[in-house]
């Protein structure tokens, strides 16, 4: 499985992103696929999730009401709503993908990066 992620890029406080992240491969085995950040000096975090066989999502405390995840399983694509973003949302942004629920993600895409101004 490959996974590449788009949209990134530069926006002002307030505004609005969707981050895009196209599976390839054998991607008949993922069960879910999420999204991941890691903010300058920090460790990588978990934004949101969701299953792709079900449409189970979960999201982080951090996400909750500014950030929608989305699939359109015909593209093999996720996407991720950003909205209201705030500067402490600036990070390189990670899609992920798994086989198993549960299990820890074991395919990562190679990050985009999103900086929000002040």
């Known amino acids: 499985v490959q996974l590449q992620a788009s949209g990134g890029g530069l926006v002002q406080a307030g505004g609005s992103l969707r981050l895009s992240c196209a599976a390839s491969g054998r991607t008949f085995v993922i069960s879910n696929m999420g999204w991941f950040r890691q903010p300058p000096g920090k460790e990588r975090e978990f934004v949101a999730s969701i299953n792709t066989r079900d449409g189970g999502i979960y999201y982080a405390d951090s996400a909750k009401d500014r950030f929608t995840i989305s699939r359109d399983n015909a593209k093999n694509t996720v996407y991720l709503q950003m909205d209201s973003l705030k500067p402490e949302d600036t990070a390189i942004y990670y899609c992920?993908?798994?086989?198993?629920?549960?299990?820890?993600?074991?395919?990562w895409g190679q990050g985009t990066q999103v900086t929000v101004s002040s």
């Open positions: 992920a993908a798994k086989s198993t629920p549960g299990r820890t993600y074991a395919y």
